[in-house]
């Protein structure tokens, strides 16, 4: 799998997208009943079955959700390879407002979709869904994860995910600063989401200097009023003088509008597909002397959480024991990078192919 700009990609129509990114299958999943309106993308399978949440979001067409789910299930082919897990990529888009058009039916009639691939394709958490879904999904197919404890389920996977990126951020400050101690430094949180707010939690913990920001103003308004950080405006998170800059919203955030404006150190955030584009934006952030933390490895966690789910006999505290190995994951990558003199996010990904390429060609005799 070669590494592509992603903004050429987008150009290319449908199948010429689909084929450019590697992807083995993109399903499109249509009720006319519920109104349900679904795009299932797997990218590879090499590893183990595509695992990866679904999302739901009210997207402005359906070309900006397919580049969505094509970009995560990307992702997340990278993300478990990397996490040295048996799970290929996949991901999946619901496009609609969560909040007027989910109802019992609506869930299950993706959980019917999803249960069609006959286990190609895991589901579970993402954005705008939550484990009341997956409950749902759950009665029309037994590939899911993410359910609640009390179906025999590992829970919410974000504090894992925002435990993760905590770790990230740490290893990020021992390669800049010399010390993984965020006390006293400067951190602003983008999205304050289930990631965010645990993140959040882990930082102040810790002494830092918290400024957070979210397109919901009540909700930046009761965490900091808890944990006594400052509310700043969305708008202006790139322009604050920090020292690291935490995306946990949505992905493309850094690119050729941003990346001039910021003034921090590190990039290091729980957000997918940060990076407009991998290639163009990765350099210009070493441009500007910024260490960046790969996405897909630091954020690693919540997948980390669903797959010993998967596995069963799930155990929390042996979740995160798995999750602390992003630490060193990451310092490994920032190495890597420097030696061979390229970006961190190209390093991440020259990992993990480089891991399935090696598993591929494991044939068991017959």
């Not at 493309?252 to 910021?262: E, H, K, Q, V, Y």
């Not at 490895?297 to 992003?326: P, S």
Request: net charge neutral; charged share 25%; with cysteine.
């Amino acid at each position: 799998m070669e590494i592509k700009a992603l903004e050429k990609v987008e150009q290319a129509g449908l199948f010429g997208t689909v084929a450019q990114m590697g992807h083995e299958q993109v399903v499109f999943c249509y009720d006319e009943a519920t109104g349900l309106k679904s795009i299932i993308a797997i990218h590879n399978t090499v590893l183990g079955p595509a695992l990866g949440g679904t999302r739901m979001w009210h997207y402005n067409d359906e070309h900006e959700a397919l580049i969505d789910v094509l970009r995560l299930s990307r992702g997340m082919t990278f993300k478990a390879s990397i996490s040295g897990l048996n799970l290929g990529g996949g991901k999946a888009v619901i496009i609609g407002d969560a909040k007027t058009m989910k109802t019992e039916a609506f869930m299950r009639r993706f959980g019917k979709f999803v249960n069609s691939l006959g286990g190609k394709y895991i589901t579970a958490e993402d954005v705008n869904m939550k484990t009341a879904d997956m409950e749902y999904i759950s009665m029309e197919t037994k590939h899911v994860t993410g359910l609640p404890e009390s179906l025999g389920g590992g829970g919410d996977p974000s504090p894992v995910t925002a435990y993760g990126t905590y770790l990230g951020m740490k290893a990020s400050a021992k390669r800049v600063f010399g010390s993984d101690s965020l006390e006293g430094k400067k951190i602003v949180v983008q999205g304050v989401g289930q990631v965010g707010m645990y993140l959040v939690e882990h930082l102040v913990k810790e002494k830092a200097q918290v400024m957070i920001a979210d397109i919901n103003e009540e909700k930046v308004q009761v965490l900091a009023k808890k944990h006594g950080v400052k509310a700043v405006a969305q708008d202006a998170v790139y322009d604050l003088d920090v020292d690291i800059y935490a995306p946990c919203a949505l992905g493309a955030t850094l690119n050729d509008d941003t990346i001039p404006r910021l003034k921090c150190s590190i990039v290091s955030g729980a957000a997918n597909n940060q990076l407009k584009d991998e290639i163009k934006h990765g350099y210009m952030l070493i441009d500007r002397g910024i260490t960046y933390a790969p996405d897909f490895l630091i954020n690693a966690g919540g997948l980390i959480n669903v797959y010993n789910e998967y596995l069963g006999n799930y155990n929390r505290a042996r979740v995160f024991e798995q999750a602390e190995k992003i630490y060193t994951t990451c310092l490994n990558i920032f190495a890597l990078a420097e030696q061979e003199k390229i970006n961190t996010q190209e390093a991440a990904i020259k990992l993990a192919e480089k891991r399935i390429e090696e598993v591929g060609r494991v044939r068991i005799p017959r």
